[in-house]
């Protein structure tokens, strides 16, 4: 079975400019997060989506951040404009269908590395 | 407000030795408790999850126990090797206004050949 696939892994940018970052989750996979996490520290949940709609967003800079899942399958992120402190990985991460909305084992995928210069 | 902590932040292990990385949480009503391995550059990969009804799981040379009225978990790792090294995340699942997630910083582990 394919894992989740991110794309770009890497990105260098200057403040002030526009990023986006793609997701392509498991296959049958109806659960999918956006994480960001800055170096040293855990993931943060930025967004999780069911299916193609928003379950969570609390935690999203929603001034610069935004996010969609198009067709409930792929994902994308975009951060406009970008700040210093947008530098981080962001991590996709996908879960299969449980019981009432409630998530399991959730699968990684290998993340976008952004620095913002 | 739910919060995670991991001890120690940073570990350092001659090859062979048994130990005990330790997670502790500050809401006991949780849904389940994972453990993820994440090697420098890559995503996260699941170790072990514990359901709120259970008390331990193995896998391999892993154990992971859940003592949720303390609000603690620990993942012990058996006769350490180099290729143990890593940092290991513990997450908690739990519910409140709909299902979340939140990480812990992590502990790096690394063993010495």
């Known amino acids: 079975e394919a894992g989740v696939a991110q794309s770009p892994r890497y990105k260098i940018i200057e403040k002030r400019q526009s990023v986006a970052f793609w997701c392509n989750p498991i296959?049958?996979?109806?659960?999918l997060y956006w994480y960001q996490q800055i170096l040293g520290q855990g993931p943060k949940l930025l967004i999780q989506?069911?299916?193609?709609?928003?379950?969570?967003d609390s935690q999203l800079p929603k001034d610069r951040f935004s996010a969609e899942r198009l067709k409930g399958v792929d994902s994308t992120l975009k951060i406009q404009p970008a700040k210093l402190e947008d530098s981080a990985v962001y991590l996709c991460?996908?879960?299969?269908?449980?019981?009432?909305?409630?998530?399991?084992?959730?699968?990684f995928g290998p993340g976008t590395r952004l620095t913002v210069l | 407000k739910q919060e995670v902590t991991q001890i120690p932040a940073a570990l350092s292990v001659p090859e062979g030795e048994n130990l005990v990385l330790n997670c502790s949480f500050t809401?006991?009503?949780?849904?389940?408790l994972q453990w993820f391995r994440q090697d420098p550059g890559k995503g996260l990969t699941s170790l072990l999850l514990?359901?709120?009804?259970?008390r331990e799981q193995t896998s391999g040379r892993l154990n992971a126990s859940l003592d949720k009225s303390s609000g603690r978990s620990t993942l012990y790792i058996a006769a350490s090797q180099p290729g143990d090294s890593a940092t290991y995340l513990c997450?908690?699942?739990?519910?409140?206004?709909?299902?979340?997630?939140?990480f812990g910083a992590g502990t790096r582990l690394f063993v010495k050949a």
């Open positions: 991460a996908s879960s299969p269908p449980g019981l009432a909305g409630r998530t399991d084992t959730q699968y």
């Open positions: 296959s049958g996979h109806a659960t």
């Open positions: 989506f069911q299916n193609n709609g928003v379950v969570d």
């Open positions: 809401d006991s009503a949780i849904y389940n």
């Open positions: 514990i359901q709120s009804s259970q």
């Open positions: 997450a908690v699942g739990y519910y409140t206004g709909g299902f979340k997630t939140i």
